[in-house]
Nanobody, 111 residues
Framework: QVQLVESGGGSVQPGGSLRLSCAVS????????KGWYRQAPGKERELVAI???????NYADSVKDRFTISADNAKNTVYLQMNSLKLEDTGVYYC?????WGQGTQVTVSS
């Protein structure tokens, strides 16, 4: 059973920053892609960013140049650095790894 434990959500004003972390309980962490999704109220869950085992990454157009996904294989942890946050970035953010989901962490951007 793979466990994903997220942390780092919270409330921030527009233009602010947050960093999300997701610790994965499996040593195969380094061999698979991992990503972050989010779900805004009344909307479907959408991909935010994904990082592949080789280190390359893809981002949703809405977060390019503002968010950065990274992974620390020694800590089995994937991060999402979110800068220049906008109101529309509000939602529950979920970590994803090898078909498994984290419990979600709330990110609220409000003035």
């Amino acid at each position: 059973q793979v466990q994903l434990v997220e942390s780092g959500g919270g409330s921030v004003q527009p233009g602010g920053s947050l960093r999300l972390s997701c610790a994965v309980s499996r040593s195969i962490f380094r061999y698979y892609g991992k990503g972050w999704y989010r779900q805004a109220p009344g909307k479907e869950r959408e991909l935010v960013a994904i990082i592949y085992s080789g280190g390359s990454a893809n981002y949703a157009d809405s977060v390019k140049d503002r968010f950065t996904i990274s992974a620390d294989n020694a800590k089995n942890t994937v991060y999402l650095q979110m800068n220049s946050l906008k109101l529309e970035d509000t939602g529950v953010y979920y970590c994803w790894f090898n078909g498994n989901w984290g419990q979600g962490t709330q990110v609220t951007v409000s003035s």
